[in-house]
Nanobody, 121 residues
Framework: QVQLVESGGGLVQAGGSLTLSCAASGSIFSIDSMGWYRQALEKERELVAHISSGRSIKYVESVKGRFTISRDNAKNMVYLQMNNLKPEDTAVYYC???????????????WGQGTQVTVSS
């Protein structure tokens, strides 16, 4: 039905930058909000950044001023530019999208498989 595929994770030193990308594909009629979540080892998954269809944006407090979320509606993609990375940003990052697959369907929640981001000190 709908697949979300993340890319761009990796290993970076503290202070460095990474850009995550997420491509949504499949039976997509429309996408409402898109976002990035992360889950560090032995911690719960948390919202990192969220962008609505109207481009309203919110960030978790710990990444404000360092991360920037954006989306390309024509390509069904969402991005997360991460600057000044810190060791505490180390986590698996997951893409999320609220997608409707046809005009008669409701919106459903979809997740990517996750991409590892490791920040060394």
């Amino acid at each position: 039905q709908v697949q979300l595929v993340e890319s761009g994770g990796g290993l970076v030193q503290a202070g460095g930058s990474l850009t995550l990308s997420c491509a949504a594909s499949g039976s997509i009629f429309s996408i409402d909000s898109m976002g990035w979540y992360r889950q560090a080892l032995e911690k719960e998954r948390e919202l990192v950044a969220h962008i609505s269809s109207g481009r309203s944006i919110k960030y978790v407090e710990s990444v404000k001023g360092r991360f920037t979320i954006s989306r390309d509606n024509a390509k069904n993609m969402v991005y997360l530019q991460m600057n000044n990375l810190k060791p505490e940003d180390t986590a698996v990052y997951y893409c999320n999208a609220i997608v409707r697959i046809s005009v008669v369907d409701t919106y459903n929640n979809y997740w990517g498989q996750g991409t590892q981001v490791t920040v060394s000190s």
